[in-house]
Each structure stands twice: as C-alpha cells, then as structure tokens.
C-alpha cells in the first residue's frame, strides 16, 4: 500500500496537474514523431530509390532547408492571427499531402518543388504548439510541460528511427504514407480535443517589429542560435568524424543510441527538480555541460570514448529540455507568442543550416579545432545566458504581463541587476506596431 502511495505521488509531482488539453498535445506529438520516418532517410531515398547524385540530392535538401528557414517565420504569424489550432491543424494536413506527393514524383522539378514546400510545412506546428503550451500551463509548471514534450519528441523519434530503417528495406512508399498518416491523426486530435487560446484579435496589436525591438528577446535569439550551431554539430560533423578515426558508421549509431536512452530514462525522473529551478541558470549550466562534453570529443578516438562523451553533453542536453521554451514563453506578450516563438524556431533553423556549413570547415583544420571551438562557444553562450537572467526574472515578475497566469510573489533574487542588463528598454514591453 506505502509501494503504491509514493509511485502516485512520484507521478503526481512529474505529470500530474495538466490540464487535458496539454495531454491531447502530448499525445498527438507522440504519434506524430512515431511517424517521422522520412526526414531522416530522405537523403538515402534521393540517391537509392530516385538514382540522383549526391549533389543533385544536396540541392534537394538545400531547397527544404531554405523552406523550413522561413516556416517558422510564417506559421509564427499564422498563429497570432489565425489561431494555434487552425496553424497546427492546417500544418499537419499540408504535410501529409506533401508527404503523398513526394512518394510519388519522380522527376526532378515535381521533388525540388514538393520538397520545398515540405520544407514550408513540416515543422509549421512548432509556434503553434508552443504557443499552447504557454497559452495552457502556468508559468510555474512550463518548464515541466515542454520538458515533457521533448521526452515525447525523443521518444517517438528513437522507435521511428528503428522502425524506419527496417521498413525502407519492403519500399520507402511505406514511409511517405505512415508520416502522412500520423500526421493527420495529429491535426485530427488538436481540431476536435484542444480549445483555441489565441487571445481576442484586436485587443492588442503588434507585429515582428515588436518582437525585433524587444532587446531582450533578440538577445536571447541571438544565444540560442549559438547554442543551436554547437548542439547540431552531433548529426553534422560528429559522424564525420568518428568515421575520420576509422570507425564505422555502426559507431556513430551506437553513440548516438546512448543519447535517445538516457533522454528517454534520465528526463522524466530529474524534469520535476529542474522544473523548480531557475530556467536561465538551468539553461546556462545546460550549455556548459555540453560545452564540456563537445571538448571532451578531441580526446577520443574509439566507439567507447565517443559513447562517453554523448553522455556527458547528453546530461546539458536534458538539463535545458523544457527551459528553452518557458523562457519564450516568458518574454512573449500573450497575443504575439507565435511570433516570438516563430522568431526563435527561425534561430534553431539558422543554426541548422550554419552546423555543417562551418563545422565542416572548421573538421578540415582538424578535430581538435572543431570541438574546442565549438566547446568555448557553448560556455560562452551560458555565459551570456547567465548576463540576462536578471531581465528576464524583471520580465517574468511583472503582474501585468500574462493575466491568464500572473507571476508569483518573487524574491530579492529577482530583482537583482548585472551591468549593461539595466537600460530600461531591456525589459520593457515590445513597442507596438502602428
């Protein structure tokens, strides 16, 4: 009976208290990550199935990465003034068309063109459904709740991976309509179960003016880019180089595996003691750690060292889940939260594209270059973090900045200044647009 009191409570304290709505959500992320098989095999599709040449095939991908650069942008603007539901739902739906259509087209042209409009839509529902999240959850529990829909991201994407590979050997056809079909089944699950939260249209106006006035915002972009250029170097440049040592592609997989496991292990267990945390300093002591773990990458050049290192910049990794996303949420005024969250998923696909552009570069010098560089960058960018933590507690700590959910009494800690953190318009709420 004690056994099964404290397994309720332990659950309680780490998925308990969100509203059903968060759970539809949740849920329907699950599905729809169960059924990313194509992303990550379209590469091996264009050259094996499509007999096209590596670089026709880059060009391909460069054309839906030029796409999802500028979702986010869009479908940031969608959900301010359309609505999360109907940008999340109208996303999911265009990309199982596009998935369709891309099976099927087999000329040049048809897959450049379907392939960046795939790019546009794929990654549409991200604004929306942060948005919800902040929309739903009190500040006090988002960094608990976006955490929970990283471990689901994390999750889905690990089986979709095994899976995946073992299905393309019966035809990649499978994989276009398994993606199509579980991205309706999320679309589906938001329109009829998740309410719209957008706030009333024209009781306060703004635009992306206002999110690129808010200094404070554009700062926090500006390290999140950093730190998304040093993370991505694990699917860009790491396999690089663990094959340079002469290891096989089977090494990389096995390293990488280490990742999904102790996310999928790791996460729900510690979410509920970062939760309690501040997001900024658990978001620099995030990036340091992999910052350390990256470093650590020069000294190795076996399968088990790599492995070793995973885990360490895997444990920054799980350190920031959830914070990243509560910390937009905290600096967005309520009815422009697409955008900002449009604006900062444009800084994640910025950093995508510049991963392998430089990192590349800076392999070729030679691997010690690369993963101190990248390493100095990661505890540069927590550093910054950490420079402003105190405006974004200023920003958070205002009564008036989210009536649906107001900030709790704060502390002295809040209200503490650090120099060149103090201007007024650093905290001060985005300007409107006329």
């Known amino acids: 009976?004690?056994?099964t009191t404290t397994a309720t409570s332990f659950l309680r304290t780490r998925v308990g208290g969100f509203p059903k709505a968060f759970w539809v959500l949740f849920g329907g992320t699950l599905v729809n990550r169960l059924g990313t098989?194509?992303?990550?095999?379209?590469?091996v599709y264009l050259t094996q199935a499509r007999g096209m040449s590596l670089a026709a095939a880059g060009l391909v991908m460069a054309v839906f990465g030029v796409g999802s650069l500028m979702s986010q942008l869009v479908a940031g603007w969608l959900t301010d003034r359309l609505g999360r539901r109907a940008t999340l739902t109208g996303g999911m739906v265009a990309t199982a068309v596009m998935m369709i259509l891309l099976g099927y087209s087999t000329s040049l042209p048809a897959i450049v063109a379907v392939m960046g409009v795939l790019g546009l839509v794929v990654d549409a529902y991200r604004p929306a459904s942060?948005?919800?999240?902040?929309?739903?959850?009190?500040?006090?529990?988002r960094s608990r709740a976006f955490g929970m829909l990283f471990w689901a991201v994390n999750l889905g994407?690990?089986?979709?991976m095994v899976a995946g590979g073992w299905l393309a050997q019966s035809g990649f056809l499978w994989l276009f309509w398994i993606d199509a079909i579980t991205s309706v089944i999320f679309g589906v699950l938001v329109w009829r179960a998740v309410p719209e939260t957008r706030p009333q249209r024209g009781t306060a106006p703004g635009g992306f003016r206002d999110v690129i006035r808010d200094?404070?915002?554009?700062a926090y972009v500006a390290i999140s880019?950093?730190?998304?250029?040093?993370?991505?170097?694990?699917y860009t440049t790491l396999p690089l180089a663990i094959t340079g040592q002469g290891l096989s592609t089977a090494a990389y997989g096995v390293a990488m595996s280490v990742n999904g496991v102790l996310i999928v292990v790791v996460q729900p267990l510690v979410s509920h003691w970062l939760a309690r945390r501040d997001p900024s300093r658990a978001m620099a002591a995030g990036m340091v750690i992999?910052?350390?773990g990256y470093a650590l990458t020069a000294f190795v050049s076996t399968a088990a060292g790599y492995a070793a290192t995973v885990v360490v910049w895997t444990l920054g990794e799980i350190t920031t889940a959830g914070m990243a996303g509560a910390l937009v949420a905290t600096l967005a005024p309520p009815h422009l939260r697409g955008r900002y969250n449009g604006v900062y998923g444009f800084a994640w696909s910025g950093g995508g594209l510049l991963a392998p552009l430089i990192g590349t570069r800076l392999l070729a010098v030679s691997e010690g270059t690369l993963w101190f560089t990248v390493g100095a960058l990661a505890v540069f960018a927590g550093a910054c973090q950490l420079a402003i933590a105190p405006a974004i507690r200023?920003?958070?700590?205002?009564?008036h900045h989210d009536p649906a959910h107001p900030a709790p009494p704060t502390g002295p800690d809040d209200t503490s200044t650090l120099t060149g953190t103090t201007s007024p318009d650093d905290v001060a709420v985005p300007a409107k647009a006329t």
Do not use: C, N, S
């Open 1 to 3: 009976m004690i056994g």
């Open 37 to 43: 098989m194509v992303e990550p095999f379209i590469g």
């Open 130 to 141: 942060q948005a919800l999240v902040a929309d739903l959850i009190a500040p006090g529990d």
């Open 157 to 160: 994407f690990a089986i979709a």
């Open 215 to 218: 200094r404070l915002m554009m």
């Open 225 to 234: 880019l950093i730190f998304t250029f040093v993370y991505l170097q694990a």
């Open 290 to 292: 992999v910052g350390i």
């Open 394 to 399: 200023r920003r958070a700590a205002r009564p």
